[in-house]
């Protein structure tokens, strides 16, 4: 007996120290350099699009593409089989599904548990960046724990406690509710009070930040989302912006953990907006490449990590998608063509005069259709021009009606004017009903939006809906422990492989 004890302990003493960590040293398999990406509304249909356009554009397909590791991964919520951004950035970022709507919370409600906040606890600097608003559902997934996503202020007041060392995005909605029982006050003036650096709308200021380890830092690229990538003006801060200056501020020898969410992806794709949605994809792209760069200068103590939240739009591809190079260039100018032909519309919509064959003559000339527009076509132009028709009468009609309630109330005695307002009301409701019920005979789709999906079909690209699908998400890695995300084949595995990684 005394002989096995003994033995015991040589073999402790010989294995416990390359199984178990001293005291304030990371466990072997965590990862000191942790970046997350996630390209809301971005799934393999944007993906395979986005590496067709980024090679019409640099000659590069797409760097997310060329990850060594790929799988893909379901996102149902806990209540729904179609998820939206707050249950499925739960799941990416707790690790646990919870309702659709609910944000850091369970379907009970009871607060849960982030990656970020444990990557905080165990000593690394956190950064939280995206397109969109920074207390919007994704971002908040990682800070903010409410029963609704549309909590804005309370999120915001999370965001301020999180303590989180690098915030940079879009501005705070809400940020001054005084409705809310939880109201302290303006959330900026607030994240100050709290020691944050606030940079607010002032690119100046942004880029002259400079690292320093006692510094929390919030940037406020707009006072709402960043611009899309292809309309932004010159000068205007970029999500690659963001993302470099998070990388700069936040490294140190301690390790940080850095989520960068592509959330415009999700906005240009609701809208059906192809070439809006892939230059939010090639801009989210360009980050992911910042983190390549930094890798090659860490290459043993960094993981990068890619994924989607769910798939917006219901796009899918046709054999026809696969275009020469020259068909691409004309996807690649195709929003440009768009504004202009909805500035033409805007002004000529109106007119009494303007008939169908004036648009329809229209768009072939500016879109230059091969083979003019088919039957087909010329049906659904036809629809969205009654449409527009059909809303320019409506302003017409509504601006009559405030004119003619603005002259019945001169010179009346004070003591009328009650009755007029609610006179005026009652006919705006009965104008606003009339509207409403005329426009079901027509599609949802403007005459430009329109115009651009049949250009979008004659390439093979269609959008089946203007919502979320249930389409599984391409989750990729690359970096040190890469390998382990072969496993995420669900959401919360995402989280549970990176709490692994991040002790």
């Known amino acids: 007996m005394h002989l096995k004890v003994c033995f015991f302990l040589v073999l402790v003493l010989l294995l416990g120290p390359a199984r178990l960590p001293l005291r304030g040293q990371p466990a072997p398999e965590s990862v000191k350099y942790v970046f997350l990406f996630i390209g809301d509304g971005m799934s393999t249909p944007q993906r395979e699009l986005g590496e067709q356009y980024a090679l019409a554009c640099t000659g590069q397909g797409l760097k997310m593409n060329n990850l060594p590791v790929n799988t893909l991964t379901t996102t149902r919520s806990a209540n729904q089989e179609v998820t939206d951004s707050a249950a499925s950035g739960t799941a990416i970022a707790c690790g646990q599904k919870t309702n659709n709507l609910s944000l850091g919370v369970d379907p009970e409600g009871k607060p849960l548990d982030s990656i970020a906040k444990l990557a905080l606890r165990h000593g690394r600097r956190v950064g939280i960046v995206s397109s969109v608003t920074l207390n919007h559902a994704t971002p908040g997934a990682f800070y903010a724990t409410v029963p609704s996503r549309s909590m804005y202020y309370e999120i915001g007041l999370d965001m301020i406690e999180s303590g989180f060392h690098y915030f940079a995005g879009g501005g705070l909605q809400a940020h001054d509710n005084q409705e809310s029982p939880r109201y302290r006050g303006n959330l900026y003036e607030l994240a100050a009070q709290a020691g944050y650096v606030v940079c607010k709308e002032d690119a100046a200021a942004f880029r002259s930040l400079s690292p320093d380890p006692a ?259 391409q989750t990729s890695a690359s970096g040190k422990h890469s390998e382990r995300f072969r496993e995420a084949t669900d959401n919360c595995c995402i989280a549970r492989i990176l709490t692994s990684l991040l002790q």
Not at 240 to 267: A, H, S
Not at 310 to 335: F, I, N, P, Y
Not at 382 to 405: G, H, P, V
Request: with cysteine; glycine share 8%; net charge negative.
């Open 215 to 473: 510094a929390k830092v919030m940037v406020f690229a707009q006072a709402g989302a960043l611009p899309y990538e292809l309309t932004a003006p010159s000068g205007a801060l970029t999500l690659l912006d963001l993302t470099r200056k998070g990388i700069e501020l936040l490294d140190n020898p301690g390790g940080f953990f850095l989520m960068v969410e592509g959330g415009l992806i999700d906005y240009a794709a609701h809208g059906n907006q192809t070439e809006l949605m892939l230059g939010e994809m090639l801009g989210l792209d360009r980050c992911i490449s910042a983190a390549l760069d930094f890798a090659r200068q860490h290459p043993e103590d960094t993981l990068i990590v890619v994924t989607g939240d769910h798939e917006t739009g219901g796009l899918t591809l046709s054999a026809s998608a696969q275009q020469d190079q020259s068909e691409w260039q004309k996807v690649r100018g195709q929003q440009q063509l768009a504004d202009a032909f909805e500035a033409k519309i805007r002004q000529i919509i109106a007119q009494p005069d303007t008939t169908l064959d004036t648009v329809l003559a229209l768009v072939e000339a500016d879109f230059g259709l091969p083979g003019g527009l088919t039957a087909a076509e010329r049906q659904q132009i036809e629809l969205s021009f009654q449409l527009e028709r059909q809303r320019a009468e409506y302003q017409r009609q509504s601006t009559a009606l405030e004119q003619d309630f603005a002259a019945r109330k001169l010179g009346r005695p004070n003591a009328e004017i009650p009755l007029l307002e609610q006179e005026f009301s009652a006919a705006q409701a009965k104008l606003a009903a009339e509207h409403k019920k005329l426009l079901q005979k027509f599609p949802r789709l403007s005459l430009t939006r329109q115009v651009t999906v049949i250009c979008n079909q004659r390439r093979g690209i269609s959008w089946k809906t203007g919502g979320h699908s249930s389409l599984p998400v």
